[in-house]
């Protein structure tokens, strides 16, 4: 009686540990996999989800490589064609154009003159360049070349004329200095620039003390009465201030007394340095 009642306990009791030995693992490990053949639907269910679910995101699938080939050369055939109907056909590299300007503002930088036939094979821009290089290093033989003193001859050459931008930009750099060539070339380039129109009153109005100094140091030189009779009545106080301060210091003081009567009139200038100035003018003329 004893064995078989603990063969009934043992009976009830195994599937009872069983199923605490199931929950323990499914705790620990997770659920378990699905037997062979069992989860096929869920299976084949799930990559349709991801499927869709990346088609919203990222959008369609790209097709495989070399399918789309001549749809993108159909497309892009198109594009230049659109192109070119707008705005016209694609312009060729300008490697050689650059390099023949490079080249030529190059030589006239260092001085040499203009090759031969010059003036039918460069360009427009290039001579504009070449002029400039030459004017801001003072090479005044390549100037006079470029751009001939003769209207006749600048017609003949196809002669750029500068804007006047680039004439008093340059007037401002060679009368301060900037480009530290001989004072002899400076000075005829100054001269060339002023007969080209470059703006002395600019100059002498400009807002740095320093460029106002360069130009009253060229009224000076000049010794030219139009210039300093326009500078003393500028609508600018620094080019009449300039203009006095000037006249201050003119070679021929002897000169420079012809102007008293225009430097009384600054005695009643709105601005305390025109005033400053005429004073110490008038007192140094006597």
């Known amino acids: 009686p004893h064995c078989s009642m603990v063969q009934t306990i043992s009976r009830v009791m195994k599937p009872a540990a069983r199923r605490q030995d199931t929950e323990k693992q499914r705790l620990v490990f997770g659920p378990a996999l699905p037997q062979s053949g069992a989860g096929k639907t869920a299976s084949a269910e799930a990559p349709c989800t991801v499927t869709a679910q990346r088609k919203r995101v990222l959008g369609p699938a790209r097709p495989p490589a070399g399918s789309g080939e001549a749809a ?3 497309v892009s055939s198109k594009v230049a064609a659109e192109r070119q109907r707008t705005l016209g056909p694609v312009r060729p590299p300008a490697s050689s154009g650059g390099a023949a300007c490079a080249k030529a503002v190059t030589a006239s930088r260092t001085g040499e003159l203009p090759e031969q036939g010059w003036s039918s094979k460069w360009s427009g821009p290039t001579k504009r ?3 400039l290089a030459a004017l801001q290093a003072a090479q005044m033989h390549v100037v006079y070349a470029l751009r001939p003193r003769s209207s006749a001859f600048q017609d003949s050459v196809g002669s750029v004329e500068l804007e006047q931008f680039d004439l008093d930009q340059l007037l401002l750099e060679h009368a301060t200095g900037k480009w530290r060539v001989r004072k002899i070339n400076a000075d005829e380039a100054i001269h060339w620039l002023l007969e080209e129109g470059a703006s002395l009153e600019a100059l002498c109005s400009h807002a740095d ?5 360069a130009g009253a140091n060229i009224v ?3 010794g030219a009465t139009d210039c300093v009779k326009t500078l003393l009545a500028s609508e600018d106080w620094r080019a009449r201030a300039t203009a006095a301060q000037a006249l201050g210091h003119w070679p021929d003081l002897k000169a420079a007394e012809a102007f008293a009567p225009d430097l009384a009139k600054l005695l009643q200038d709105e601005e ?3 005033r400053t100035a005429a ?3 008038l007192g140094t003329l006597g």
């Open 72 to 74: 993108s050369a159909k």
């Open 209 to 213: 003390v320093g460029a106002r100094t």
């Open 220 to 222: 000076m030189s000049l």
């Open 272 to 274: 305390a340095l025109v």
């Open 129 to 131: 360049a070449s002029l």
């Open 279 to 281: 004073v110490a003018t």
